[in-house]
């Protein structure tokens, strides 16, 4: 007789419509065949309800009419002439070339203070860069524009440069060994004008230079 309940027990627990169906045993159980290898899978129980219930087509339904409203509130939020509009890439004509945009081109198409160094490029006249450090003015460089960009960075040619610092106390070294070159060799020479106290005024001629927008003070032109 208590074999006889155990197995009824068993049997329902292994009875996907029964009340007492364990599906942790039935996953583990070899009793039970699979009806098909093609039945479709679900992520959780309550999916799975919803389909035997039918209403999973009706949630699906429910979905796309909220997301078309959702669509249509966005797009009665702006006027016809508010839409965004797609951008268009010209290769010609009025509108900017992809090869165009650089900085040589928008150097011609510069407008005030800008537009009046583009003259002194163009003219090859020599101006007068006073540059400054965190606390002032660092000093000047005398050169010819040879390129620039709407941030101030300047590139120079033909560069003298002036500036000050803090006096070096220690005494530069008399000599190298007959035969060896240092880096201060291929560097521009610099010259030590004046010494005033703590501070000495220093000068040097670079070819070329690039100066930093950030460091530029004011930009004189030289008569």
């Given at each position: ?107 011609q ?7 009046m ?33 709407k ?9 003298f ?63």
């Amino acid at each position: 007789m208590a074999d006889d309940e155990s197995s009824s027990t068993s049997d329902e627990s292994l009875d996907v419509k029964s009340v007492k169906f364990d599906p942790m045993k039935a996953l583990y159980s070899r009793k039970i065949d699979l009806s098909s290898t093609r039945a479709p899978i679900y992520d959780n129980v309550s999916k799975f309800e919803a389909v035997m219930s039918g209403l999973s087509g009706q949630m699906k339904k429910n979905v796309q009419t909220t997301a078309a409203k959702q669509g249509e509130c966005s797009r009665q939020r702006f006027l016809p002439h508010q839409e965004p509009v797609a951008g268009r890439k010209t290769t010609g004509g009025r509108g900017w070339s992809i090869e165009g945009r650089n900085v040589l081109a928008k150097m011609q198409k510069t407008f005030g203070p800008l537009g009046m160094l583009h003259g002194y490029m163009e003219n090859r006249t020599r101006v007068k860069v006073y540059t400054r450090n965190a606390r002032g003015i660092r000093g000047h460089v005398e050169a010819y524009v040879a390129a620039f960009d709407k941030h101030w960075n300047l590139a120079l040619e033909d560069c003298f440069e002036v500036w000050t610092r803090k006096a070096k106390r220690k005494a530069p070294a008399l000599g190298t060994p007959n035969g060896v070159k240092t880096k201060e060799d291929a560097a521009p020479k610099v010259v030590v004008r004046k010494i005033e106290g703590k501070k000495e005024t220093l000068e040097r001629h670079v070819p070329q230079m690039l100066l930093r927008g950030e460091q530029v003070a004011i930009i004189v032109k030289i008569n």
